[in-house]
């Protein structure tokens, strides 16, 4: 009967389930007494935050990471952030193809399902190649951060190896952990080399790994074809994907720039130049990173809000990136655009989009929605009695934070209560996977038709 049941879970329920279970394993591991720095256990709870977390590509830590965690507890933690991101069924296919051994129908329906895909056909391929860019992105930005690291910190290669390789897995992963201690990369502030390796690494780990892999497909054909003609031949999706990266990544600069230009909290103390490269930075990291080169407590209370926004919007599908999703936001936009020109068809770089996209990306944004309400709202009353006075926007931004496993905080996540730390918990797994993939893997669908019934009109407006 168990078999049967286990045959029968659906392709969602299957990826919903290998999350738990890479959760659990982190929790058991990091709740051994050799992965704490006190040989002590850090307790359960604290354990499943922290697996929670990393399984989930988020970064927001109880116990930083650095000072607690023995080497064994950090390896632990990057390990969960790289199966995370590439998820533990995609790994475990990727195994297989290096043995010379076929992928299952039904771990090819899996990957299919994870990363978006319209087709069945060529799932070993695409995941061969997934595996190859994360790897060869991850390489690349270790080497090259080692180096950094070294030249900054006057540290031994070793250290700085081992810097290099954390940094880089947790940055193209967008994970937001690092092993440098309570201020992130805030000491290198002034480090332009830094600064925009890891940028690079958020931008390109955020993007998606099917508009990643359709970018080197196109830079590397052999056709000779101009760089606008290669740009141009892109499919819509990987258009708006760059389209609303490049647009979110200049409305955060901007804004930041101007917001936070003089507080002396923030910008104000750096040159003009480093203002420039931090504001950046910040807009960088706000779709979905977590690393920080600025105080998140000393931002504006403005600051802070459209920050908010911008980390519930996250990064874009089928990557390492949670939150809403650039391409769902980019649908709403084109649906409003259409409306005001009286239209009825979702028309986006000369082609047509059905309106089921439109549905579901305005029921995820709904949910979204619903979700930090509900969650700030249970926030709002647990941590009353934890002794640490925390402000509602400072709330706001640790769930939207965790909803769009962006890694930000503004402080408070260390003093949250027990059901504080759940309810965040909850928000990272939930916007790891979409509010609409956990509530499809906890629905059972069983013999459902469509119905069609007369039409009917309301008015709007």
């Given at each position: 009967?168990?078999?049967?049941?286990?045959?029968?879970?659906?392709?969602?329920?299957?990826?919903?389930?290998?999350?738990?279970?890479?959760?659990?394993?982190?929790?058991?591991?990091?709740?051994?007494?050799?992965?704490?720095?006190?040989?002590?256990?850090?307790?359960?709870?604290?354990?499943?935050?922290?697996?929670?977390?990393?399984?989930?590509?988020?970064?927001?830590?109880?116990?930083?990471?650095?000072?607690?965690?023995?080497?064994?507890?950090?390896?632990?933690?990057?390990?969960?952030?790289?199966?995370?991101?590439?998820?533990?069924?995609?790994?475990?296919?990727?195994?297989?193809?290096?043995?010379?051994?076929?992928?299952?129908?039904?771990?090819?329906?899996?990957?299919?399902?994870?990363f978006g895909q319209e087709r069945i056909g060529?799932?070993?391929?695409?995941?061969?190649?997934?595996?190859?860019?994360?790897?060869?992105?991850?390489?690349?930005?270790?080497?090259?951060?080692?180096?950094?690291?070294?030249?900054?910190?006057?540290?031994?290669?070793?250290?700085?190896?081992?810097?290099?390789?954390?940094?880089?897995?947790?940055?193209?992963?967008?994970?937001?952990?690092?092993?440098?201690?309570?201020?992130?990369?805030?000491?290198?502030?002034?480090?332009?080399?830094?600064?925009?390796?890891?940028?690079?690494?958020?931008?390109?780990?955020?993007?998606?790994?099917?508009?990643?892999?359709?970018?080197?497909?196109?830079?590397?054909?052999?056709?000779?074809?101009?760089?606008?003609?290669?740009?141009?031949?892109?499919?819509?999706?990987?258009?708006?994907?760059?389209?609303?990266?490049?647009?979110?990544?200049?409305?955060?600069?901007?804004?930041?720039?101007?917001?936070?230009?003089?507080?002396?909290?923030?910008?104000?103390?750096?040159?003009?130049?480093?203002?420039?490269?931090?504001?950046?930075?910040?807009?960088?990291?706000?779709?979905?990173?977590?690393?920080?080169?600025?105080?998140?407590?000393?931002?504006?209370?403005?600051?802070?809000?459209?920050?908010?926004?911008?980390?519930?919007?996250?990064?874009?599908?089928?990557?390492?990136?949670?939150?809403?999703?650039?391409?769902?936001?980019?649908?709403?936009?084109?649906?409003?655009?259409?409306?005001?020109?009286?239209?009825?068809?979702?028309?986006?770089?000369?082609?047509?989009?059905?309106?089921?996209?439109?549905?579901?990306?305005?029921?995820?944004v709904s949910m979204f929605v619903l979700l930090?309400?509900?969650?700030?709202?249970?926030?709002?009353?647990?941590?009353?009695?934890?002794?640490?006075?925390?402000?509602?926007?400072?709330?706001?931004?640790?769930?939207?934070?965790?909803?769009?496993?962006?890694?930000?905080?503004?402080?408070?996540?260390?003093?949250?209560?027990?059901?504080?730390?759940?309810?965040?918990?909850?928000?990272?797994?939930?916007?790891?996977?979409?509010?609409?993939?956990?509530?499809?893997?906890?629905?059972?669908?069983?013999?459902?038709?469509?119905?069609?019934?007369?039409?009917?009109?309301?008015?709007?407006?």
């Amino acid at each position: 009967m168990d078999g049967k049941r286990v045959r029968h879970l659906s392709a969602t329920q299957l990826i919903a389930l290998s999350f738990v279970g890479l959760i659990l394993l982190g929790t058991l591991l990091l709740n051994l007494p050799i992965a704490s720095k006190d040989q002590q256990s850090v307790g359960f709870l604290n354990a499943l935050f922290t697996a929670t977390s990393a399984s989930c590509v988020t970064g927001l830590v109880v116990v930083n990471t650095l000072a607690h965690w023995t080497i064994f507890g950090q390896v632990v933690i990057i390990t969960l952030i790289q199966l995370g991101a590439l998820g533990f069924i995609s790994i475990f296919s990727a195994s297989l193809l290096l043995f010379n051994r076929r992928i299952s129908l039904e771990n090819r329906v899996v990957i299919k399902t994870a990363f978006g895909q319209e087709r069945i056909g060529g799932m070993g391929a695409f995941i061969k190649r997934v595996v190859q860019i994360t790897l060869m992105i991850e390489m690349v930005g270790a080497l090259l951060l080692t180096i950094f690291f070294h030249q900054a910190e006057s540290i031994t290669w070793g250290k700085s190896v081992y810097q290099g390789v954390f940094h880089a897995i947790s940055a193209f992963c967008n994970a937001g952990f690092d092993i440098l201690g309570n201020s992130s990369l805030q000491p290198f502030n002034g480090n332009g080399a830094i600064i925009l390796t890891v940028s690079v690494l958020i931008i390109l780990g955020g993007l998606g790994f099917p508009v990643i892999i359709e970018f080197f497909r196109r830079l590397t054909s052999n056709r000779q074809w101009s760089v606008r003609r290669r740009l141009q031949m892109l499919s819509v999706h990987a258009k708006i994907v760059f389209v609303m990266t490049g647009s979110l990544l200049l409305i955060g600069t901007l804004t930041i720039l101007g917001l936070e230009w003089q507080n002396q909290a923030t910008l104000g103390p750096l040159s003009w130049g480093q203002k420039i490269l931090n504001a950046f930075f910040q807009s960088v990291t706000l779709r979905t990173a977590g690393y920080f080169s600025i105080d998140q407590a000393g931002l504006t209370d403005l600051s802070k809000l459209i920050s908010s926004l911008l980390m519930l919007i996250g990064g874009s599908p089928a990557g390492t990136a949670g939150g809403i999703k650039t391409v769902s936001i980019a649908l709403i936009l084109i649906a409003v655009h259409t409306a005001i020109k009286g239209r009825s068809e979702l028309i986006s770089f000369h082609r047509t989009l059905p309106l089921q996209l439109l549905q579901k990306a305005l029921t995820v944004v709904s949910m979204f929605v619903l979700l930090v309400l509900g969650a700030v709202a249970i926030l709002t009353f647990s941590e009353q009695d934890s002794g640490f006075q925390h402000s509602l926007l400072d709330l706001v931004f640790e769930v939207s934070s965790a909803l769009g496993t962006v890694g930000l905080t503004t402080g408070i996540t260390p003093h949250l209560s027990d059901i504080g730390k759940i309810v965040i918990a909850l928000c990272m797994f939930i916007g790891r996977l979409s509010p609409i993939t956990v509530m499809v893997a906890l629905t059972h669908h069983m013999n459902q038709h469509d119905v069609h019934y007369p039409s009917a009109t309301v008015m709007i407006g």
